[in-house]
């Protein structure tokens, strides 16, 4: 059996949904299928009883999901420990972050990190935390700085960091930007642009709750994945947008960034970073890492 098949079958079971299971797994549905129709078929049984609309465990499904399940943790941990090897060995730390984390946290800390660990390379990837996270459990990343999940992975460690505060970015010029702070009863008949939710749920959450918890609707007028492309847009004219303070730091020209009345702790908290890693594991480097950033925290999270 190979590794993948067996990867594969796990998660459509704990899924019970091919759909969910290949975004999971980023792969396509139809390779997700080939992979456990081949797992079958080396098997000679059939694991899982598919209909149009539900997916469940046939008797053989549910004997191998248990040994399975073990296989996969076994692997798991041989990998992290080779892992932990490697990094004391190499003295390599890969750090993924947020955009908004990449702008206003890293270069706050890495210099004072390289001052103090010459010895170690830095590898920085900045991706959104949909994408982060898998990079974690693979192994290509040591730590990541992210928005925690609303269902966290148990295999992966979630350290609490601050809050980022939000604010809006409008054209220069532009009415709003003469306030100093608005709050969001001024932005109800503005062009709205947002982050596409399925690739950034956190900043399109946020951006939406704060008018339902006013009781107000949003004027969306345009979609967008990165928040760079989104403050270009803004700089364009385009239409304003919410988003996190760091977001300044981004360096678009024509874009003011006005403080935003925020109130409701509930959509405060969308805008949550923490630090992530693999579960049960030591690495002394990222441990290093660690430690500068809880010493400077305060200070850091002053400018969030």
């Known amino acids: 059996m ?23 797994l980023e792969m396509l549905p139809a390779s997700l299928g080939r ?22 465990l046939t008797e053989a499904g549910s004997m191998l999901l248990p040994e399975a399940l073990e296989i996969i943790r076994r692997v798991e941990q041989l990998e992290a420990k080779l892992r932990e090897h490697k990094n004391q060995k ?3 730390l890969r750090i993924g972050a947020i955009d908004s984390a990449a702008a206003g946290l890293l270069p706050q800390l890495l210099p004072r990190f390289r001052e103090l660990h010459p010895e170690v390379v830095v590898q ?24 925690p999940p609303e269902t966290p992975d148990p295999r992966l460690e ?8 939000a604010v809006v970015a409008c054209p220069e010029g532009h009415s709003l930007a003469e306030y100093e702070e608005v709050d969001v009863h001024q932005l109800v008949d503005q062009p709205l642009i947002v ?10 959450d946020l951006s939406m709750q704060l008018f339902i918890e006013a009781g107000l609707s949003a004027r969306v007028v345009q979609i967008a994945e990165e928040k760079q492309t989104i ?17 300044s730091r981004l360096g678009v020209k024509g874009v003011r ?17 923490a630090a992530c890693w693999m579960r049960d594991t030591k690495d002394p480097t990222r441990e290093a890492f660690m430690s500068l950033l809880s010493e400077n925290l305060s200070s850091i999270a002053a400018t969030a």
């Open 195 to 204: 982050p596409d939710r399925k690739s950034r749920p956190h900043s399109h």
């Open 231 to 247: 403050v270009n847009l803004v700089g364009r004219g385009m239409g304003i947008a919410i988003v996190p303070r760091w977001a």
């Open 158 to 165: 979630f350290h609490p960091l601050f809050h980022e505060t």
């Open 90 to 92: 190499a003295a390599l």
């Open 2 to 24: 190979e590794f993948l098949q067996l990867r594969c079958f796990v998660t459509v079971a704990e899924m019970l949904h091919f759909g969910r299971a290949a975004q999971h």
């Open 257 to 273: 960034f006005v403080s935003l009345k925020v109130t409701q702790t509930s959509t405060r908290n969308k805008l949550a970073l």
């Open 35 to 56: 992979q456990i129709r081949l797992l079958e078929e080396r098997l000679g049984v059939r694991l899982l009883s598919r209909t149009t609309r539900n997916v469940s």
């Open 124 to 147: 920085l990837i900045e991706q959104k935390t949909i994408r982060l996270l898998p990079k974690i459990l693979s192994g290509h990343l040591d730590i990541a700085i992210v928005r």
